[in-house]
């Protein structure tokens, strides 16, 4: 359907991008108040600093922070750049989806999980903590998804069941074993259900190849942003960023990754 012809193909590829934006900007909302204890889905967005009320054209995504020159348009407080940097980057991650899964029940689902995580993000890197509800909110977007198909529910769910615990319980042992031998916690318990939830989309050796690139991506950050974050100590930095990251990557690129892998032999 996106290259029925190019008016077709904007037209897609435009309202994927403002889809984005506007998720990206909620995504963004609900972490920042999650992470600060406050109901995710209650009450009007509002200045961080003087508590004004944000009216429709301060909500606009991307768009209301460049005219107000990254302000408050009340007390002129400084607006953070990580919102229209993460707004702009869902809009390019919906673009990419979309060219990559057509406007399929693939495309929605996977909408559905970068948004999430990109949430999961942005509180893991404020509070360390990745809240069970966005999890939940994981396997919920598989479920409902998965009940849209058509197709035998019980059997495609628990397929994905099936790939997802194929990855995340030899992980589970293998992180209470490192505990055991480390005497400390090696992985967030928060963490391994993350890895399970988003496995329940893909088939396992796919699984594996979010795992494998998390851990990469993990190391990556925790190097570049050692300095940054970690006062209290070594490896201080959260998994959950690396994890969303491949997770994302894994949508676009797992399944020919993977190909390619086993073309090998
Ligand atoms: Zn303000």
Redesign the pocket.
Known sequence: MLHLTPAVTIYILTLSALFGLVSGSFANCCAWRMAHGESAAKGRSH?V??G?TLSPRELIPVISWVVQKGR?R??G?PVSIRYPLTEGFTAIAFVLIVLRYDVTLNTLQFWILTAVLLTIALVDLETGYIPDSLVLGIALDFTVVTALRGGPFWSLWLKGVFNAAAVALPLLGLVLLMDRVLGRESMGGGDIKLFFAIGLFSHWSCNLFTLLLSCFLGIAFALIFRGVCTEDGEGAFPFGPAIAAAAFLSILAAEPAVQAYLSLF
């Open positions: 200045c600093a003087c004004h408050c009340h007390c407080a």
